[in-house]
């Protein structure tokens, strides 16, 4: 054998003893190189997942802190009112009004007097004087098309709907805004009461809780049910008229004063006529 063949030779098997040892420690230490690997792979999961959790939170974080900067000011700027955690977007209040915590407005005008008990979301109304809606009230509830349209979801619809990731669609065929809701004075809605929107309801009316209601309520009319149904009137047709002449819920806050014990009685209530 010559010179070189001998040491390719010797290389060869050092190779071989090498690779040998190799598989040895492998065979050996596998499952735990494997396990160590598992563990690496397992973090870097998880450091993607904290990340994403993290700008998670980041954004809540700068939505939650711009809630409370809503809140804050619409307190400072509304000293009459009592206004809990609730979320405000575009909301212009009166005097005396008060939101419970856990309510959502959206693009809402509240009269004097009213308030909105915990838990309810509102979007585009309109609500008068002295009202006093019940917790877990909704008012204003997104369209989808129900005509013509094959589909009801926004892939078919709309470009910009908040609820579809992919759309089929670079236009909007159908207007999926809310409906605005008009609610005159003193009306009373119960719990847990749905308005669609687009309706009106007369002052002095009462929905009954767990109604649905969906088409517009006359003044001092009770209706409950789903879909809502007239149930009685709270007074007379004649009392009503008077009621409604009066336009108490305009009065002067010292008028009303004055006026108190006809509240206590509609036999009492002469309309502000004092003679
Ligand atoms: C409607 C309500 C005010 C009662 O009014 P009322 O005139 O005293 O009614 P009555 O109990 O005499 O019942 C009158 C009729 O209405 C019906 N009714 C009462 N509550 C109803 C409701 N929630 N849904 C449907 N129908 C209702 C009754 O079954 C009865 O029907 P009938 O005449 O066929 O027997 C009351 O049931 C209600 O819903 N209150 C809301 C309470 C609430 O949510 N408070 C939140 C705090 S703001």
């Known amino acids: 054998m010559s010179n070189a063949l001998f040491i390719f030779f010797r290389r060869l098997r050092s190779l071989r003893q090498r690779l040998k040892i190799a598989f040895h420690i492998f065979l050996k230490r596998g499952a735990e190189l494997l396990h160590l690997l598992e563990v690496e792979r397992q973090r870097g999961t998880e450091r993607q997942y904290l990340a994403e959790i993290l700008h998670q939170h980041q954004e809540v974080a700068v939505t939650r802190q711009h809630e409370?900067?809503?809140?804050?000011?619409?307190?400072?700027?509304?000293?009459?009112?009592?206004i809990f955690s609730a979320a405000l977007y575009d909301v212009v209040l009166g005097k005396h009004v008060a939101i419970h915590a856990g309510t959502v407005l959206s693009k809402v005008n509240i009269a004097d007097f009213s308030f909105i008990a915990r838990e309810s979301t509102v979007r585009n109304a309109d609500i008068g004087k002295y009202c006093s809606i019940g917790p877990s009230v909704q008012i204003?509830?997104?369209?989808?098309?129900?005509?013509?349209?094959?589909?009801?979801?926004?892939?078919?619809?709309?470009?910009?709907?908040?609820?579809?990731?992919?759309?089929?669609?670079?236009?909007?065929?159908?207007?999926?805004?809310?409906?605005?809701?008009?609610?005159?004075?003193?009306?009373?809605?119960?719990?847990?009461?749905i308005i669609p929107g687009g309706i009106?309801?007369?002052?002095?009316?009462?929905?009954?809780?767990?109604?649905?209601?969906?088409?517009?309520?006359?003044?001092?009319?009770?209706?409950?049910?789903?879909?809502?149904?007239?149930?009685?009137?709270?007074?007379?047709?004649?009392q009503i008229k008077?009621?409604?002449?009066?336009?108490?819920?305009?009065?002067?806050?010292?008028?009303?004063?004055?006026?108190?014990?006809?509240?206590?009685?509609?036999?009492?209530?002469?309309?502000?006529?004092?003679?």
């Open 68 to 82: 409370a900067d809503v809140l804050r000011r619409a307190s400072e700027n509304n000293p009459t009112c009592r």
């Open 140 to 193: 204003g509830l997104d369209p989808h098309p129900t005509r013509v349209i094959v589909s009801t979801h926004p892939a078919f619809y709309s470009n910009d709907n908040l609820g579809c990731v992919t759309t089929f669609r670079e236009n909007k065929i159908f207007d999926d805004s809310v409906p605005k809701t008009v609610l005159a004075n003193d009306i009373w809605i119960g719990t847990n009461v």
């Open 200 to 238: 009106h309801i007369g002052t002095g009316a009462i929905i009954a809780a767990g109604s649905v209601v969906v088409k517009d309520v006359p003044p001092y009319a009770v209706v409950g049910g789903n879909p809502a149904k007239i149930i009685r009137y709270r007074f007379s047709e004649k």
């Open 242 to 275: 008077q009621l409604i002449e009066s336009e108490w819920w305009d009065w002067p806050i010292e008028k009303i004063r004055q006026h108190i014990e006809e509240f206590s009685d509609i036999e009492k209530f002469r309309g502000g006529v004092t003679s």
